[in-house]
């Protein structure tokens, strides 16, 4: 069965830093792999979708990479503000049929 | 606005009190799931709707029951709400697609159990 591990569990940068958050899965028979974002006692919004046979996806300010062979995402987020602080999880999607496998995301705080 | 509502945002049971959360869409949208989350924990699939084609998870627990009476609404049923069925419960819905459709979530029912 997938499991996908995100590390580390909470992280702290100071605004207007670049970071990476890593998301690693066992099984990289995926179809493929989205990032999302949660704010506190929120539902979940999506942000990036990578298909199994794409290497990144991007969007404004963030840019998510996929390597299946050695199964690792990265979401970076250039310039970091206040505003992006909120739970950023990963899901990888094994059949195809949209049924995801969450990990238990990396909790970032942005420091004005 | 097209979106995913939940209702109630909060829901307090008592212990073996059945209790319905309920799900409605304005996305036309043909895939519909539910998720349980639990504190600091990733949310796990308990079943999705295809059209009108339930799917049950291996391991979601008997316990939970789920009603799609058309396009627009799902219910998940609790037959006997446990304290560790405490938890966030979060609508998604999807386009059917071959894989890579974005879902779309709710803001989610938090569930107390007394």
């Known amino acids: 069965k997938q499991e996908v591990t995100q590390i580390p569990a909470a992280l702290s940068v100071p605004e207007g830093e670049n970071l990476v958050l890593n998301c690693s899965f066992t099984d990289s028979a995926i179809y493929n792999l989205q990032w999302f974002r949660q704010d506190p006692g929120k539902g979940l919004t999506s942000l990036l979708l990578?298909?199994?046979?794409?290497r990144e996806q991007t969007s404004g300010r963030l840019n998510a990479s996929l390597d299946k062979s050695s199964g690792r995402s990265t979401l970076y987020i250039a310039a970091s503000q206040p505003g992006d602080s909120a739970t950023y999880l990963c899901a990888s999607d094994q059949t195809g049929a949209n049924n995801l496998f969450f990990g238990t995301g990396t909790r970032l705080t942005v420091i004005p | 606005d097209a979106m995913v509502i939940q209702n109630p945002r909060y829901q307090v049971t008592q212990f073996g009190k059945p209790v319905t959360l309920s799900c409605s869409q304005t996305?036309?949208?043909?895939?519909m799931y539910w998720y349980q989350q639990k504190s600091s924990q990733a949310p796990k699939l308990l079943f999705h709707y295809y059209d009108k084609d339930f799917n049950n998870e291996a391991d979601t627990p008997d316990n939970f029951q789920s009603r799609r009476p058309n396009t627009s609404f799902c219910f998940l049923d609790i037959r006997s709400p446990g304290l560790g069925d405490a938890a966030m419960y979060l609508c998604?819905?999807?386009?059917?697609?071959?894989?890579?459709?974005?879902?779309?979530f709710g803001p989610g029912t938090r569930l107390l159990v007394l």
């Open positions: 998604a819905t999807s386009r059917a697609g071959q894989g890579g459709e974005t879902q779309y």
């Open positions: 996305l036309n949208h043909n895939v």
């Open positions: 990578i298909q199994s046979s794409q």
